[in-house]
């Protein structure tokens, strides 16, 4: 019910838009996030943008990336500029209902994407 695309391999400095295509269910008034794992490492938060049209983002991706949501509302695309080797990771997109201290929190989402892979070179 969630599609996530966009991924590619990028140099570094480049940018990417990663789309979250819903399907299904209406997503319009829940809270879509993003989070990516790296190899190795635990999934973590990056962005999440609420119904009312707040947002967050991680301190990685702060100040050089943008999520938002598409005018039918039921896609989600998160833009990240100024790409790192340290943004290589799989990118998940989410649906949940969380409250505004759970937004970060992977527990807080109930739907999830497939992932798509982001690979930035040096």
């Known amino acids: 019910q969630l599609q996530a695309s966009g991924g590619g391999l990028v140099q570094a400095g480049g940018s990417l838009r990663l789309s979250c295509a819903a399907s299904g269910v209406t997503f319009s008034n829940w809270c879509m996030g993003w989070f990516r794992q790296a190899p190795g490492k635990e999934r973590e938060f990056v962005a999440a943008l609420r119904y009312s049209g707040a947002t967050w983002y991680s301190d990685s991706v702060k100040g050089r990336s943008t999520i938002s949501r598409g005018i039918a509302k039921n896609t989600v695309y998160l833009q990240i500029n100024s790409l790192k080797p340290e943004d290589t990771a799989v990118y998940y997109c989410?649906?949940?209902?969380?409250?505004?201290?759970?937004?970060?929190?992977?527990?807080?989402?109930?739907?999830w994407g497939q992932g798509t892979l982001v690979t930035v070179s040096s």
């Open positions: 989410a649906a949940g209902r969380p409250i505004s201290s759970e937004v970060t929190r992977i527990r807080a989402y109930g739907y």
